[in-house]
Every structure is written in C-alpha cells, then in structure tokens.
C-alpha cells in the first residue's frame, strides 16, 4: 500500500488516488490523509503549475471556438438584423415625416393661395358693388335732375304765361283808369290816342 501511494505522482489529484486506493480494497484513511497533508502543504493552486497549461489552454481555445462560433452565427446576425431592421425603421419614419411636412407644406401654400383668391375676389366683387351702386345713384340722380328741370321748366312757362296775362290785365287797368281819370278832370271822354299813349307807357 505504501508502494502504491508512493507511485503516484505529486500532480495527480487526492480524488483519483483515493478512488484508485478503494478500489483495490485499501484504506485511504491514514495513509491517503497523509499524503494529501504532505501535498497539500507542497504545492499551489494547479491553474498555476506548468504541467496542467495545456489542458486548460486547450479547454480554453475549445471555449473560445464555441463562443465564436455562437456570436458569428447566432447573436451576431440577430444583432445586425435587429441594428439593420431599427435603421430601415428610422429611415422609413424620417422619410415619411418629410413626405407628410411636404404635403403639409403644399396644403399650406394652396390654402393661402385660396386665401388670396378669395380676398381679391371680395375686394373685386366689392368695387364692382360700389361702381353698380355708384352708377345707379348717378342715374337716379341725373333722372331726378332732369324731371326737376323738367318741372322747373313748366313752372318757368306758367310763370310767364300768368306774368304776360297779369301784365295784359295792368294795361287793361291802366287804360280803363286813365280814361276814367281823364273823363273825371276833363269832362269829356279819353282819345284812342291817348289811350294808346297810356298803354305804351304801361
């Protein structure tokens, strides 16, 4: 058993002696404790000892095949998907907000545009209001004018024609009274002469 014990290597790990130990129907107990004291006091952590670096570098390069392998197969292109489908999303969405701010722009210019039409056909339907008004109170104006002109005209005939027939009536008066007058002074009646005289005199 000594013998045994003693064959094995310092790097060979407690566990594989102490299996190895049972199963040729040795107690590990005393002298297994023993040799684990003496290593366990010998040695370090066995990440550090030379004799075990390939191993670990191996498992190492194994690791690092497999992570590459999941992160250039797997987790990448779902990355790049995901990165690829969040910038057509925003270009999508900044061109549509252009598309809508150009649309929203022309409905602006053509609302303002209607705008303008509509002022300038107010102001021309306004105008052509006040020239028809304008035009209707000249026409009812010069109507007017003309039937008081009219009326003035006919009152300036009867005016006259009543001054003629008061001055034919004066001339009457005047002669009736100077014959009367003149029969009264005289005693005798009034000439034709005279009584001409008195008319052209009236």
Same mark, same amino acid.
């Given at each position: 058993?000594?013998?045994?014990?003693?064959?094995?290597?310092?790097?060979?790990?407690?566990?594989?002696?102490?299996?190895?130990?049972?199963?040729?129907?040795?107690?590990?107990?005393?002298?297994?404790?023993?040799?684990?004291?003496?290593?366990?006091?010998?040695?370090?952590?066995?990440?550090?000892?030379?004799?075990?670096?390939?191993?670990?570098?191996?498992?190492?390069?194994?690791?690092?095949?497999?992570?590459?392998?999941?992160?250039?197969? *797997?987790?990448?292109?779902?990355? =790049? $998907?995901?990165? !690829? %489908?969040? +910038?057509?999303?925003? &270009?999508?969405?900044? /061109?549509?907000?252009?598309?809508?701010?150009?649309?929203?722009?022309?409905?602006?210019?053509?609302?303002?545009?209607?705008?303008?039409?509509?002022?300038?056909?107010?102001?021309?339907?306004?105008?052509?209001?006040?020239?028809? *008004?304008?035009?209707?109170?000249? =026409? $009812?104006?010069? !109507? %007017?004018? +003309?039937?008081?002109? &009219?009326?003035?005209? /006919?009152?300036?005939?009867?005016?006259?024609?009543?001054?003629?027939?008061?001055?034919?009536?004066?001339?009457?008066?005047?002669?009736?009274?100077?014959?009367?007058?003149?029969?009264?002074?005289?005693?005798?009646?009034?000439?034709?002469?005279?009584?001409?005289?008195?008319?052209?005199?009236?």
């Amino acid at each position: 058993m000594a013998s045994h014990t003693s064959a094995a290597t310092p790097g060979v790990p407690v566990e594989v002696v102490v299996d190895h130990a049972v199963a040729e129907g040795h107690s590990p107990t005393s002298h297994a404790g023993t040799e684990v004291a003496g290593h366990g006091g010998g040695g370090g952590l066995p990440q550090f000892e030379t004799q075990h670096w390939f191993g670990q570098i191996a498992y190492l390069l194994i690791l690092f095949a497999i992570l590459l392998f999941f992160v250039s197969k *797997v987790f990448a292109p779902r990355l =790049r $998907r995901v990165m !690829d %489908e969040r +910038a057509s999303t925003i &270009a999508t969405a900044v /061109e549509t907000a252009r598309k809508v701010q150009a649309e929203a722009a022309a409905q602006a210019a053509a609302a303002k545009a209607e705008v303008a039409k509509a002022r300038a056909d107010s102001r021309a339907m306004a105008a052509a209001a006040k020239a028809r *008004v304008t035009e209707e109170s000249a =026409r $009812r104006a010069a !109507d %007017e004018e +003309a039937v008081v002109n &009219a009326r003035i005209a /006919e009152a300036e005939v009867a005016i006259g024609k009543t001054r003629d027939a008061a001055m034919t009536n004066v001339a009457s008066i005047a002669t009736d009274t100077a014959a009367a007058i003149i029969e009264r002074l005289t005693g005798t009646a009034a000439t034709a002469a005279e009584l001409n005289a008195v008319k052209g005199a009236v």
